[in-house]
């Protein structure tokens, strides 16, 4: 297995001021949606009475609308050859929403909220994705897509840390919470307009937008797009992760705990894992994401203790430190250039499509057999994206930021 030597010209200094503006405004935003993801699920349990099976369709429709729209905003950022306004506008629906929380008081004004929130992130994912691989060097693509996700998660971090405190500092007074989790959206919004400023539009715009795109993607990226939808299928929610702490006794106030274990492994593997992709192939980083995935379900459908817990929920993180990065590094070293938009989309439509499916099921099987089948049933899912990945490695093994700049000096003749 080659291992490339280090540029002179990498590591984080080198990272481009807009991928560390676009950080920065991910960090913001995530730090507000966690405040409120972080308690949703036990407010729809303890508070309004709902079901697992409910949470797990809410769920799967909220991030099933996010991943559905990426297929239309990023095929538009390709025919427009522009990405941050359609990035802009996601981001300013998602902070709109944030309002309806703390002012809903049934179960249907949640689930418009989360599905305002998750079209918002839709708008806004595929376009700031292409956005980051516009500004990056290809030397420097795993560790920018890195980097983004870390500062992104960060805010993951603070948003649980901020509810817990919130909740004992207001005897667990839900709506109090959910309007201090507004303040940092609105930041996210201002940073966006003012610190970001996307490259010149490429003079290669795609002649033609949505579908008629898809065609010129490659098999290589549809690779990438089949073993990410598998691993989908695998990774449901993490609304279960904190009814699981639920299910063990942990008390009410310290359930967002959860959440913050998770994004710290999250966190601190994010950036270092996306900078080794650069250097290592990419499939074998992504493969050992996936064990991480497997044990972690092992883990949690045998927990009964706190410590258990916190090792499952810590493997959590970690896999998804191995592996979000890595997708969206992969997506970009495979689509041309003038299709990354269409690319990202098409990908997190499939994926998004498969979570839904993934959340439903993990709904029925915890509802109907119990949290331990429903991590067992994960686990299953896991290995078999695992295996699928080890029968695609000859197709994306080679694949590193050279042949990505060669496809950038390169492109294919799309008339």
């Not at 349990?45 to 239309?72: D, H, K, M, N, Y």
Request: with cysteine.
């Amino acid at each position: 297995m080659a291992i490339r030597p280090i540029d002179r010209t990498s590591g984080w200094r080198a990272i481009p001021a807009g991928v560390w503006a676009l950080g920065f405004v991910s960090m913001f935003m995530d730090f507000s949606s966690e405040i409120i993801h972080a308690l949703l699920p036990v407010y729809l349990v303890a508070v309004l009475g709902t079901s697992a099976l409910t949470v797990g369709v809410i769920e799967g429709i909220a991030e099933a609308t996010g991943q559905i729209t990426r297929i239309f905003s990023g095929a538009l950022s390709d025919r427009l050859g522009r990405r941050k306004a359609l990035a802009v506008l996601g981001y300013c629906l998602s902070a709109c929403a944030k309002p309806i929380f703390p002012l809903a008081s049934v179960v249907g004004w949640l689930m418009v909220a989360r599905f305002v929130d998750r079209l918002g992130k839709g708008i806004r994912g595929a376009p700031r994705d292409a956005l980051v691989a516009d500004l990056s060097a290809s030397h420097l693509r795993g560790a920018s897509f890195g980097l983004r996700q870390s500062l992104d998660t960060v805010g993951a971090v603070l948003g649980p840390l901020v509810a817990i405190g919130l909740m004992w500092l207001t005897n667990n007074h839900f709506t109090v919470v959910f309007w201090v989790a507004v303040v940092p959206a609105l930041g996210a919004v201002a940073l966006i307009l003012v610190a970001v400023h996307e490259p010149q539009p490429s003079k290669r715009r795609a002649r033609s937008g949505g579908f008629s795109n898809l065609g010129t993607l490659g098999a290589a990226c549809w690779s990438v797009i089949a073993i990410g939808a598998i691993f989908s299928l695998a990774r449901f929610s993490e609304a279960f992760l904190v009814l699981r702490a639920r299910s063990i006794g942990l008390p009410l106030t310290l359930v967002p705990a959860v959440l913050v274990v998770m994004n710290v492994a999250y966190a601190l593997s994010a950036y270092p894992v996306g900078a080794l992709s650069d250097r290592l192939p990419r499939s074998t980083v992504l493969g050992l994401g996936l064990c991480m995935l497997i044990v972690a379900d092992l883990v949690l459908a045998r927990t009964s203790s706190v410590a258990e817990l916190v090792i499952g929920v810590f493997l959590w993180g970690l896999h998804m430190g191995f592996t979000q990065g890595l997708f969206a590094a992969l997506v970009a070293d495979t689509a041309p250039p003038d299709r990354r938009g269409t690319a990202f989309g098409m990908f997190n439509l499939i994926s998004g499509l498969a979570q839904f499916c993934a959340s439903v099921i993990a709904g029925v099987f915890w509802d109907m057999q119990g949290p331990s089948r429903t991590f067992f049933v994960g686990a299953v899912f896991a290995v078999l994206a695992l295996v699928v990945l080890i029968l695609a490695r000859r197709r994306l093994v080679g694949l590193s930021p050279t042949m990505a700049n060669e496809r950038a000096t390169n492109p294919p003749d799309m008339r």
